[in-house]
């Protein structure tokens, strides 16, 4: 295995007095899908939340322990968390397509940050609609709501948006639990795809989905990290005895 | 007496009330309407009064309306939308917040002609250097006083509405909060803020008492801010009190009441886009 892009260690977190993760160490390898599973409250989300520094915006949040991303620790000091955003991309739980044109939703982040001529634009727009897999459905309403697409449609338009500012890094937490199976199924085919390209870290609670699309799989549990391993061994073969519980739906 | 019969008493005393409301309404402005729409020609609206305004047109009347309510709005827009922004963007409920928040309702509360003679001792007499005594320029500082609650309060509920998660979905792009306030929450909320200015633009156009004790009530056309003017409904009191033309009063109650009544209807369009923009 070559040397990890996102490395963990030591990381605690608190909320205030309580503490939600603890000891996390896990280290994300370049061009994966890592899942993270766990029932619900274990930390799986809080630890996502950790890689791009949107804890932050939480108030009473603090930390201990390091992650280093491409060999830098996010939190020293000296890091700009804007930078480490560009780099670090997120889609969230429910789709939260902003309110105008879906061109001006793809084209959002790439005029933030200093993009302005439209031809340049229009191709980003096109590229990264065509990258999830949208492009074909929306090509001829690029100027209409983004609020008028389905769902599904929608989640694919937030993923093309942080596709745009062309991170490295993909997070996604629970990006299916509020999509139709058909949906979710457009939705996991294109995480297959873009494993080419990014490394993709994916919080779910669907264990099924974890086998399906993800190379490894970590198991949190009360804030802990109780197994990481290659998905088809920790699905097949686990070897804690937590981990064959809740895999075999014995509980969470 | 068996409770369906209470209720049918109940509904009938209700609807009546409800009827009586829209009566008083539907007479006062039909009343006034009645009387001063005849008065209401080109004439009117575009030459300068006669003896006091007994007699002539309303022209300087609407020419001091605008200047006012633009000036007003001017200076109280960047100012309340601002305090809007920091009170719901850049703080969290602490202390300092609802020490604003309560100064911005108390503000509220204050009769106008309070308002009128704080402009009076303040703007008129003591920076009348600046000024220039009574003028566009004192009456619309005091409008100022007058508009800020209303448009910081309306502005932070349109801010407020504005969902956490798009906040969230900009950040993550790596924007700065300037950016995502500026490029997203902002036009998000914007009719909700427009529907305040609108509200205020009304306060104004309505506002008699305070600008009584600012404005001057001169009956010359403004040549700059620092002159005193009158509006339409300090024209209409002057005119009724001093001069007794009450022909011209209700023709200029008449104008009022549409320009209002516009107001209020374009205030209510945007208010609907912005309910509409979150459903």
Redesign the interface.
Known sequence: MSTPQIAAKNLDLFYGEFQALHDINLNISEKQITALIGPSGCGKSTFLRTL?R?ND?V?GVSIKGEIQIGGENIYDKSVNV??????V??V?Q?P?P???SIYDNIA??P???GIKKKAQLNEIVERSLKQAALWNEVKDRLHSSALGLSGGQQQRL?IA??LA?EPEIVLMDEPTSALDPLATLKVEELVNELKQQYTIVIVTHNMQQAARISDITSFFLNGKIVETDITSKVFTNPSNKQTEDYITGKFG | MNVLRKQKIAFACLSGLGLLTVCVLIFIIGYILSQGLTMINIEFLTSKPRKMGAEGGIFPAIIGTLYLVITTMIIATPIGVGAAIYLNEYTSRGKITSVIRFATEALAGIPSIVFGLFGFAFFVILLEPVTGGWSILSAALTGVTMVLPTIVRTAEEALKAVPDSLREGSLALGTTKWQTIKGLILPTAMPGIITGIILSIGRVVGETAAFLLTLGGTLLIPQSLMDGSRTLSLHLYMVAMETGAMDVAFGTAAVLIILILIINLTASWFFRRLIKRFS
């Open positions: 791009n949107m915006l108030k804007v930078e480490l955003r560009k780099k991309g997120m969230f429910k939260n902003f309110p105008m959002y982040g005029r933030a940050h937030c948006r942080v500012v």
